[in-house]
């Protein structure tokens, strides 16, 4: 008799402390760090091919933690004097590139570099021309801070949107409390930038889905030239195999001097190593949506396709540095007019339209 009580009792506590482990807390009390638990989970589709996204475990993508990116890409309010978004210098009809050949900050001071396109970025490793970044949650906070770019104080940005009653609920809905913090905008915009996948273009009917489509005879010599020693982009861009995301996707050729300069007074890849070596060296940008992406290069210095084809052409610079792939650096490639005509046409079957005017990737402050 007492032992079976003794048994009641036992059976009761255990049920007792299984049911306080199963209840857990409020995820709002905990400050919103739990952010596992929060909002709708966002079904990243990644297009038949492609390699696995990089999105760190502390940052899982929800459709409202999206939601709240997109409004922090296109706020005004994250820069000094209000005037300026990162959609400022990363224009989505561009491919989120630039229109000028280094962009100009809110106090119209000119930069040195040109803005790089955005897309596909959930499967790229580094960032800026030189790397120097590791994720894009890091990345989004640069700019805001950069004196020639929105150059704003993070205190003002933080208090600007803690007084607009837009925001408190998205962060509330994105993370679990209204807090907005640092930490929060970097990671919202962060998600939203992992949704810019452009996968939709011409190329992709005909080479990686092989939907029946393709290419014109100008096309497809170009597709040759690019994907053979005869205009050698391959090495450098990427292969049908690796979806020309970036430069060859087995991450060996990040950081490349394509000679277009004989003396580099941007220093590149060296700013970060400091080796002598890396002088010149600059991330290998996606050919992917380039018809729209000009003016090319870090520098901005090449104003269109035509005059990026005539670089090639005549072979790059000979720079202490150039990559062993520019085989015809110093000498040049001598390609008929039929050819250089062919390469321009490869080169925008590689036009995602679909991408440049998803209205999911536009300004909700627009429409
Ligand atoms: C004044 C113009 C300007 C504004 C505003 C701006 N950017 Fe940029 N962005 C640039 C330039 C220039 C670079 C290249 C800088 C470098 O390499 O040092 C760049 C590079 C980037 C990259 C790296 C892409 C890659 O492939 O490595 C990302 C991501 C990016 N910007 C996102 C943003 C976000 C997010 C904002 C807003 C918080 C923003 N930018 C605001 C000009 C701008
Ligand atoms: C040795 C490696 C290498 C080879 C080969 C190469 N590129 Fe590049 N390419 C680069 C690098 C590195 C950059 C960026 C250089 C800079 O900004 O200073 C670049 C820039 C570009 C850009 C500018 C994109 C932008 O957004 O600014 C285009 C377009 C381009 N290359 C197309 C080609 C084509 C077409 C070929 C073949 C004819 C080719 N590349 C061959 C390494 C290479």
Same mark, same amino acid.
């Given at each position: 008799?007492?032992?079976?009580? #003794? !048994?009641?009792?036992?059976?009761? !506590?255990?049920?007792?402390?299984?049911?306080?482990?199963?209840?857990?807390?409020?995820?709002k009390?905990?400050?919103?760090?739990?952010?596992a638990? %929060?909002g709708?989970?966002?079904?990243?589709? $990644?297009?038949?091919?492609?390699? *696995?996204?990089?999105?760190?475990?502390?940052?899982?993508?929800?459709?409202?933690?999206?939601?709240?990116?997109?409004?922090?890409?296109? @706020?005004?309010? +994250?820069?000094?004097?209000?005037?300026m =978004?990162?959609?400022?210098?990363?224009? &989505?009809?561009?491919?989120?590139?630039?229109?000028?050949?280094?962009?100009?900050?809110?106090?119209?001071?000119?930069?040195? #570099?040109?803005?790089?396109?955005?897309?596909?970025?959930?499967?790229?490793?580094?960032?800026?021309?030189?790397?120097?970044?590791?994720?894009?949650?890091? &990345?989004?906070?640069?700019?805001?801070?950069d004196?020639? @770019?929105?150059n704003?104080?993070?205190?003002?940005?933080? &208090?600007?949107?803690?007084?607009?009653?837009?925001?408190?609920?998205?962060?509330?809905?994105?993370?679990? /409390?209204?807090? $907005?913090? &640092?930490? #929060?905008?970097g990671?919202a915009?962060?998600?939203?930038?992992?949704?810019?996948?452009?996968?939709?273009?011409?190329?992709? /009917?005909?080479?990686?889905?092989?939907?029946?489509?393709?290419?014109?005879?100008?096309?497809?010599l170009?597709?040759?030239?690019?994907? /053979? @020693?005869?205009?050698?982009?391959?090495h450098?861009?990427g292969?049908?195999?690796?979806?020309?995301?970036?430069?060859?996707?087995?991450?060996?050729? *990040?950081?490349?001097?394509?000679?277009?300069?004989?003396?580099?007074?941007?220093q590149g890849?060296?700013?970060?190593?400091?080796?002598?070596?890396? $002088?010149?060296?600059?991330?290998?940008? =996606?050919?992917?949506?380039?018809?729209?992406?000009?003016?090319?290069?870090?520098?901005?210095?090449?104003?269109n +396709?035509? =005059?990026?084809?005539?670089?090639?052409n005549?072979?790059?610079?000979?720079?202490?540095?150039?990559?062993?792939?520019?085989?015809?650096?110093? %000498?040049?490639?001598?390609?008929? $007019?039929?050819?250089?005509r062919?390469?321009?046409?490869?080169?925008?079957?590689?036009?995602d339209?679909?991408?440049?005017?998803?209205?999911?990737? =536009?300004?909700?402050?627009?429409?």
């Amino acid at each position: 008799m007492k032992n079976m009580r #003794r !048994l009641y009792t036992l059976a009761f !506590l255990v049920a007792a402390v299984l049911l306080l482990t199963y209840c857990q807390p409020d995820p709002k009390s905990n400050g919103g760090n739990n952010t596992a638990t %929060i909002g709708t989970p966002y079904n990243l589709q $990644v297009p038949k091919g492609f390699p *696995q996204p990089n999105i760190p475990a502390d940052n899982p993508m929800t459709v409202e933690g999206v939601k709240l990116g997109r409004h922090l890409f296109y @706020e005004k309010a +994250l820069s000094g004097d209000n005037s300026m =978004s990162c959609g400022g210098c990363h224009f &989505q009809e561009r491919a989120f590139t630039d229109a000028t050949p280094v962009s100009v900050g809110i106090d119209g001071i000119p930069g040195r #570099r040109k803005a790089m396109p955005l897309f596909n970025l959930a499967f790229h490793d580094n960032f800026f021309w030189d790397g120097r970044t590791l994720t894009l949650e890091e &990345q989004a906070i640069i700019p805001i801070e950069d004196p020639i @770019e929105l150059n704003a104080d993070m205190a003002t940005v933080i &208090q600007r949107l803690t007084d607009n009653p837009l925001y408190p609920p998205m962060f509330d809905a994105a993370f679990g /409390s209204p807090t $907005v913090t &640092q930490e #929060r905008i970097g990671k919202a915009i962060a998600q939203f930038e992992r949704t810019l996948i452009s996968a939709n273009s011409k190329f992709d /009917s005909v080479r990686r889905l092989k939907t029946g489509a393709s290419f014109t005879a100008d096309e497809q010599l170009g597709f040759e030239m690019f994907t /053979s @020693e005869v205009g050698d982009c391959f090495h450098c861009h990427g292969t049908v195999e690796t979806n020309f995301l970036l430069g060859a996707f087995g991450r060996d050729l *990040q950081f490349v001097n394509n000679g277009l300069k004989a003396n580099y007074t941007d220093q590149g890849r060296a700013e970060v190593t400091g080796d002598p070596g890396d $002088v010149g060296k600059f991330k290998v940008p =996606s050919v992917r949506n380039v018809e729209f992406a000009f003016p090319y290069m870090h520098d901005g210095s090449i104003p269109n +396709l035509d =005059s990026l084809i005539g670089f090639y052409n005549f072979g790059g610079h000979k720079h202490i540095n150039v990559d062993p792939n520019m085989k015809a650096a110093g %000498i040049g490639r001598n390609w008929t $007019v039929d050819q250089k005509r062919g390469l321009a046409a490869f080169l925008r079957t590689l036009t995602d339209y679909e991408f440049l005017t998803d209205t999911a990737f =536009s300004d909700p402050f627009k429409n």
